[in-house]
Each structure stands twice: as C-alpha cells, then as structure tokens.
C-alpha cells in the first residue's frame, strides 16, 4: 500500500481539506506546470472552473480563497493564516494574480472563476478545471483534475491512466486489515512498528519520528488557540464560539470532576469543538484524515496525553502511525471524502482510526485494535454530510465531540473482549463504501438535503 503516515496527516488550513486544500494544491500544480512547460511568460488570463460539490458548497468551504492562494503560489502548509484576507482582498482590488517569482497575470475572480452549480465531471464530484490564455484569448494549456478528500490531488490523466508506484518497496506491504494483522503477528510487531518501518523506507529515518511529533504538536497548538479564541465564526450564520467559554468553565471548577466521575468527557468534547471552531475560522490544523474531522483525533490524543498514566512522546508517535494505518485501509478501499460517501467517510474514518489508535496505546492486541477500529465505524455507518449554509459548521463542529466519545468508548469496548468478533474491520469498509455509493448526492456535501433545507439559515 504505497501511501506516507504523512500523506494521511497533512498541515494545513481550514475549513475544509477537499474544498480548500485540494484546490490551493491544484491551482498551484497548475502554475507549477505552466513554468515547467516553458508557457507561464505566455500567459496573459487565468479561468476556473468548478464543478459538482466544489460548486455546490465551494462558497461556504472557502473553495474560491483557495484557489486564488493556490495560484499566488501558496501552500497549504505554510500559509500564514493571518495573512489570507490580505492576499485575496487583493486579487480582488487589482484583478490579477501576483506570481511569485515576479509578474502578474489578469485574473477577475468575479469573471474568472465559475462555480457551475449542479455539473460534475465524470470522475468524481469534486472537480476543476484550469485554464491558462494568451493575449489573443487563445488556450496555452489546461488541467482538468479531482480533490479525493484529504487534500490528496488527481488529475484526469492520473485517473484515467494509473501509474504504478516507483518508489522503494516497504518491508511490510499490506492491502487490507487481514493482511496487516497477519503480518504484524506473523513477525511478532505492532502495528506501530510495521507501519514505522514502512514510513522510514520512504522518509529519512531520523525524520520520522520528529515529524510525527511535530503533527502531534500542530494538533494541540490548534486545541489551546481554539481554548482562547471567543466571538462568532465567519460565514454569516452567526454561530458562536463555545470551546472558550467552556474552558474557562472547566478551568474554574476544577473540583467537579470529583462528584462527576464522566467530567473527563466534557474535557474531550472542548478539544474536539476548539480544534473545529479554529478549522471553521480558516485556522491552521491536521487533516486527520480531512479537515471536516480534524477535532477527533486530536480530541482522542489529548486524551491520551493528559488523562491516561504513564503517556508518553513514544506513546503519541505509536497512536499516529497505528491511526495512519487505518486511514489508508480506508483511503484504499473506500473514501474518506464526503462528496463521494458522505460524513461516514469523514466522521466515520476519523472515529475508527482514533479508535483502533487509542486501543493499541492502551495495551491492546493487534486484534482488539481492528476490534476498536470497526466499532468506530461500524456505529458511523450511513452518517450523512448536509453542512448547513456549505459552511464546515453546523452540523460538523459538534459532530467531532460525538466521533471523539465514541472512539473512546469503542477502544474500551475492544479492550474488554478478545478480539474476535462478528464483524470484520474489512467487512464494515467494504459497508460503507457501498453504503456510500447508493446514498443519494444530496446527502454528500451539496448543502441540497437534510438540515441544510430544514433549518433556516438567518
């Protein structure tokens, strides 16, 4: 299975890693090329387009501020989030886009980027199409391509004619969750381990360690300013910041949690909410596996770090790499992108990995770990993404605190048992894939059914 832990965990910006990640990446692989291919000097207009969920929902994920930072040359993981407003107000002001290595080329957002509400592109629901133009209007070179959710990027060439991987071959290659436990128990390794070994055939291996912790430090930068962040999100529905409050109203009774022995949940619940109220603010998060579930896995690991004893920098890097295992089983065998299956793909992926992750800290066996993993996405099936006003809002800040407490309990659901089970973690990913392909295009990121239509947006 050729993917990274870090192509799973990817820093970024908010609101949503399919509609603002993807995109930024896509317009920048786009003047990317137009250099490479010796055109960029030619251009004189920039056009896109976008289609399907994009279009649909592309106003309230931020979808146009990605694509004009994309073609200013920004990258996601660099983006000074404060700096965002400034660039595009001035995209807008000027009509044009300023390259980075020096230039300008017209592009007026109001003319130049069309969403086309209800078209899609065969490929998948979130598609794009660039365009680069001549002085006399003529098309220099164009890039038609799909953001698959996590921010992961394919063109249409890419879809149509599947390269095999050219890299190193990992030591432990693996295709289902079968697979993968009868490997780890075959070579007496854990999950962690073989997913480690795997990572270093690819990454330098005295980076990878490092860098995992680096993630684990972006998650709880994002927990503490989401702590100390108050007032109401962007977007024009009004929607209040609660983690601040709720966090000094823990902070001030610290004494309840002597009488409330489930208190320890509602400290899970403010790491979920801050890390999504800064996502919903454009603030800077993991995609862990997508930006619409980025609170639950942080919520999980802060759980981890601070309620459960003997935690550790080892411990965190053992619940990542074990997490990104699960992530790809899913990445490779189903979705994990709301336009294609819903919220079950988001949500749903988010819980089990953080699940199976919390089990294998916890002690548990590689089975108790696929255990907690289909727990966690057993109970996700059939989760509907219907954004209220296309904005990662209501119901998704919330939505967070519920898969966090869930993957918790489904780890010590799994930790009570043996590890056999009825339902096989591969069973419940080949579930919700056709669960996610028989769900109706309203219900997956189109802002067209379920509370989207039924709460009125004042």
Not at 186 to 196: D, H, K, P, Q, T
Request: proline share 5%; charged share 20%; glycine share 10%.
């Amino acid at each position: 299975m050729s993917l990274s832990i870090f192509d799973l965990f990817k820093i970024g910006i908010g609101p949503s890693s399919s509609h603002t990640v993807g995109p930024m990446v896509a317009a920048q692989r786009f003047i990317e090329q137009l250099d490479g291919r010796g055109v960029l000097a030619q251009t004189r207009r920039l056009r896109v387009q976008l289609y399907g969920s994009l279009a649909m929902t592309g106003k309230g994920h931020a979808t146009d501020t990605a694509v004009m930072l994309g073609l200013s040359g920004e990258r996601p993981h660099l983006v000074d989030p404060d700096a965002v407003e400034g660039i595009v107000e001035g995209i807008r002001e000027r009509r044009s886009i300023l390259l980075p290595e020096g230039g300008e080329i017209a592009f007026d957002p109001e003319q130049d980027l069309r969403f086309n509400y209800g078209v899609s592109l065969p490929a998948h629901p979130n598609g794009m199409r660039f365009e680069a133009l001549d002085e006399a209007g003529i098309q220099l070179a164009e890039l038609v391509c799909y953001s698959v959710g996590g921010g992961f990027v394919v063109t249409a060439d890419e879809v149509e004619n599947p390269q095999a991987d050219q890299g190193a071959p990992e030591p432990w290659p693996f295709n289902n969750a079968d697979e993968l436990m009868s490997l780890a128990e075959r070579e007496g390794l854990s999950i962690a381990e073989l997913m480690l070994e795997n990572e270093e055939s690819r990454t330098p291996p005295d980076e990878v360690r490092p860098r995992l912790l680096q993630i684990w430090q972006v998650m709880d930068e994002s927990i503490r300013r989401g702590c100390h962040h108050s007032g109401e999100l962007p977007g024009g529905l009004h929607v209040r910041r609660r983690a601040h409050e709720l966090y000094r109203e823990l902070m001030d009774k610290p004494h309840s949690a002597i009488n409330d022995h489930l208190a320890v949940l509602d400290w899970v619940d403010l790491y979920a909410l801050a890390v999504n109220e800064e996502n919903a603010a454009g603030g800077r998060v993991v995609t862990a596996p997508t930006n619409g579930a980025a609170g639950v896995i942080p919520a999980v690991l802060a759980y981890y770090d601070r309620f459960v004893p003997g935690s550790s920098d080892e411990g965190v890097i053992n619940f990542l790499a074990t997490a990104a295992a699960i992530g790809m089983l899913y990445k490779r065998n189903a979705s994990i992108s709301a336009a294609e299956v819903g919220c079950q793909g988001e949500i749903g992926v988010a819980c089990s990995m953080a699940a199976g992750a919390l089990c294998a800290v916890l002690g548990g066996t590689v089975r108790q770990i696929e255990n907690a993993a289909e727990i966690g996405m057993e109970h996700n099936l059939g989760l509907t993404c219907d954004p209220i006003g296309g904005l990662v809002q209501v119901p998704c800040i919330e939505r967070n605190t519920m898969g966090a407490v869930k993957a918790i309990n489904a780890a010590r659901l799994a930790l009570r048992g043996d590890g056999k089970h009825f339902v096989s973690l591969d069973s419940v990913i080949e579930t919700m894939r056709q669960t996610g392909a028989d769900m109706q295009d309203k219900y997956k990121e189109t802002s067209t059914g379920g509370l989207a239509v039924n709460v009125v947006a004042c």
